[in-house]
Nanobody, 123 residues
Framework: QVQLVESGGGSVQAGGSLRLSCAAS??????MGWFRQAPGKEREAVAA???????MYADSVKGRFTISKDDAKNTLYLQMNSLKPEDTGVYYC???????????????????WGQGTQVTVSS
């Protein structure tokens, strides 16, 4: 049974930073990532990584966000710096058993999801 539990969301002013964590239990597979969903918009990939390599970032977050994983703690992180109001949304942790990482992953490329954590960036 795979379980993903996110934490670390909150409210910050533009330019601030947050670090999201995703504690995983069970065999989480080979690819993990972060998605976000703003009100009225589709869920979009923010950053993702595969166990054997391959990391992607959405163009809108390149240079500001960093995805990483602590294998000993089985925890995925998303360090978010220089936050902008358009980064506001619910952030979801996702995992999947497949090995390869699509260059432009979508929600359909991930089988397991956390409950989400709200990130609000004010101007």
């Amino acid at each position: 049974q795979v379980q993903l539990v996110e934490s670390g969301g909150g409210s910050v002013q533009a330019g601030g930073s947050l670090r999201l964590s995703c504690a995983a239990s069970g065999y989480i597979g080979n690819r993990m990532g972060w998605f976000r969903q703003a009100p009225g918009k589709e869920r979009e990939a923010v950053a993702a990584r595969a166990r054997l390599g391959g990391t992607m970032y959405a163009d809108s977050v390149k240079g500001r966000f960093t995805i990483s994983k602590d294998d000993a703690k089985n925890t995925l992180y998303l360090q978010m710096n220089s936050l902008k109001p358009e980064d506001t949304g619910v952030y979801y942790c996702a995992a999947d058993m497949r090995w390869e990482m699509p260059s432009s992953p979508t929600a359909a490329d991930f089988s397991y999801w956390g409950q989400g954590t709200q990130v609000t960036v004010s101007s």
